[in-house]
T-cell receptor
């Protein structure tokens, strides 16, 4: 069974803290994605990666960075968390061919106080 | 730029049909998708349609694609309370990078 896991379901951090969100997939997928989900705004792409050590900015990269040192792991980093980064964060992965189906993790609900 | 639009909320009675609508701007999409998100979970692919098709049926689900009007719809027959969820429309756009463009999501409420 295909699986995308995220390190935490719920996370509470303070303003200014450095935050790491981890995502691991076991499907040997080349593509990995980080989204944030906010009510009424749907999913917005933060960053994506189509290979190890490769990364591309999505639509809202400001305030975030990513790391992909291994194929199965894609990390999202908030260098200095702010209250407007309180959101649901979703990770996904896909193959670079076929129907482009993305497989999603369960999400991390991040609250920044 | 690429954009996908959906209405935010739909309420139906159990046993009725639900129709969720979506419009998109990128006519060069290869695939269009419907994802379902149950409470507290990530998104799961419900169904997808290839852009050269105009209809796809899968049990209680019917997808209609009108390429001329750039309109996609999802019909759920005999809607059940377990169908209550957020439904996202998405397209793969022209970039061929594997990126998907998602709509805002339609919350479907099914009343008993």
């Amino acid at each position: 069974d295909v699986k995308v896991t995220q390190s935490s379901r719920y996370l509470v951090k303070r303003t200014g803290e450095k935050v790491f969100l981890e995502c691991v997939q076991d499907m040997d997928h080349e593509n990995m994605f980080w989204y944030r989900q906010d009510p009424g705004l749907g999913l917005r792409l933060i960053y994506f990666s189509y290979d190890v050590k490769m990364k591309e900015k999505g639509d809202i990269p400001e305030g975030y960075s990513v790391s992909r040192e291994k194929k199965e792991r894609f990390s999202l980093i908030l260098e200095s968390a702010s209250t407007n980064q309180t959101s649901m964060y979703l990770c996904a992965s896909s193959l670079p061919s076929g129907n482009n189906e993305q497989f999603f993790g369960p999400g991390t609900r991040l609250t920044v106080l | 730029g690429e954009d996908v639009e959906q209405s935010l909320f739909l309420s139906v009675r159990e046993g009725d049909s639900s129709v969720i609508n979506c419009t998109y701007t990128d006519s060069s999409s290869t695939y269009l998708y419907w994802y379902k998100q149950e409470p507290g979970a990530g998104l799961q692919l419900l169904t997808y349609i290839f852009s050269n098709m105009d209809m796809k049926q899968d049990q209680r689900l019917t997808v209609l694609l009108n390429k001329k009007d750039k309109h996609l719809s999802l019909r759920i027959a005999d809607t059940q309370t377990g169908d209550s969820a957020i439904y996202f429309c998405a397209e793969d756009g022209a970039s061929n990078t594997g990126k998907l463009i998602f709509g805002q999501g339609t919350t479907l409420q099914v009343k008993p």
